[in-house]
């Protein structure tokens, strides 16, 4: 073992310790301090005036086909039942601002009391939400935040995992498994978006700070709608113009699939990729022991029973903490199926639990 891969190992144990007593390293969007899932909540008796009031809600998602947007709605249709509050639309914008926009339109005719969102864009769809809020409704974000929206003001809170530790949880999974050493590319999302851009400064600050035999040769960005496929090119690109190419990063789980496209037409068995999300593909190529080696998963299901009791701090006008955020999972191939159990609240499929054994 290698005098800087045993500095990598102490440095990932101590986040680990950190991740295990849910400090979290990222900030808000406009520089809030994040305020940890279990500092906030209601009382009983709150709880109990949210179901008097027959509130209404809406979803309205920048992008629904994945198994993060999935498992958000579940935790907050959950939550929403619980309390009583009807969800009355859940929409799909498909990575697309303006489709988004028309959404936010459609969704405000039915005048729901809640709308909990995720921006696609924070400037083309900034006057959409806007309206929303002029209209009175009370707003919770995931993850994005309209431009120039004020917390407290404009939206309630935003909801999100502590995506910078993710970033970093990724990239020391990443020099674990590259022994300290080697060359690596990184594919990004090629759009101003606030946690995908975190965690990509996460990724390259760790490794050019704390990994200095790791080189970052190459980087490019996809920008949807068809992320996997161009994550492959993009891949393909990478391992075409460095032959000594040891590992990609890739900023969440479906650009991921893209990646082990290309390593497979590669021939590339030996590609480290370690990623941010546990995606099906990515936590099934983890459990085999395949070229996945490492994943910083977020907690959907958890993050949108935050957003729904948020909401409920909105409706009854109670001041809410401007940012929440859950801590970082690092997720191994001998933790991926309880890692499962905990992102997605269920137990893990069939395919899964085969392939980790």
């Known amino acids: 073992m290698s005098v800087k891969k045993s500095v990598g190992r102490q440095a990932f144990a101590s986040l680990l310790v950190a991740i295990s007593e849910n400090k979290v390293l990222s900030v808000g969007p406009n520089g809030e301090a994040a305020t940890a899932l279990m500092e906030f909540g209601l009382t009983r008796e709150e709880f109990q005036s949210v179901r008097q ?18 498992a958000q709605i579940a935790g907050l249709r959950a939550e929403f039942s619980e309390m009583g509050v009807e969800v009355v639309a859940v929409t799909d914008a498909g990575f697309d601002p303006e489709k ?19 921006p696609t864009d924070p400037v083309v769809t900034a006057d959409a939400y806007r309206a ?75 490794i050019r700070q704390n990994y200095p035999r790791i080189t970052i040769v190459d980087e490019i960005g996809v920008a949807g709608p068809d992320f996997a496929a161009q994550a492959q090119a993009a891949a393909s690109t990478m391992l075409a113009r460095h032959a000594d190419l040891k590992g990609i990063w890739a900023v969440w789980d479906v650009p991921a699939q893209g990646v082990l496209a290309a390593a497979r ?90 392939a980790a054994m």
């Open 53 to 70: 009031l027959g509130a209404t809600a809406a979803i309205v998602m920048h992008y629904g086909g994945n198994d993060w947007s999935r």
């Open 100 to 118: 988004q926009v028309a959404d936010l339109e459609g969704v405000l005719a039915l005048h729901p009391d809640v709308i909990v969102s995720i």
């Open 132 to 206: 929303a809020s002029a209209a009175g409704v009370k707003l919770v974000f995931m993850d994005n935040v309209p431009k120039g929206a004020k917390a407290g003001v404009d939206y309630v809170s935003v909801v999100s995992t502590d995506n910078f530790g993710n970033g970093v949880v990724s990239a020391d999974l990443m020099a674990e498994a590259l022994g300290g050493r080697g060359v690596v590319g990184m594919v990004v999302h090629d759009a101003d978006f606030f946690v995908t851009r975190q965690r990509r400064e996460a990724f390259e600050a760790t």
């Open 265 to 354: 037409m590669a021939g590339r068995d030996d590609l480290v990729v370690t990623t941010v999300d546990l995606g099906l593909s990515a936590a099934l190529e983890l459990a085999r022991g395949g070229v996945v080696s490492g994943i910083g998963a977020q907690r959907p299901f958890d993050q949108g029973v935050a957003e729904a009791e948020l909401a409920a701090y909105g409706l009854l006008g109670k001041e809410a903490p401007p940012y929440v955020v859950l801590p970082a999972l690092p997720v191994s191939r001998t933790s991926v199926l309880e890692a499962w159990e905990s992102v997605y609240h269920r137990l893990p499929p069939p395919e899964l639990v085969e």
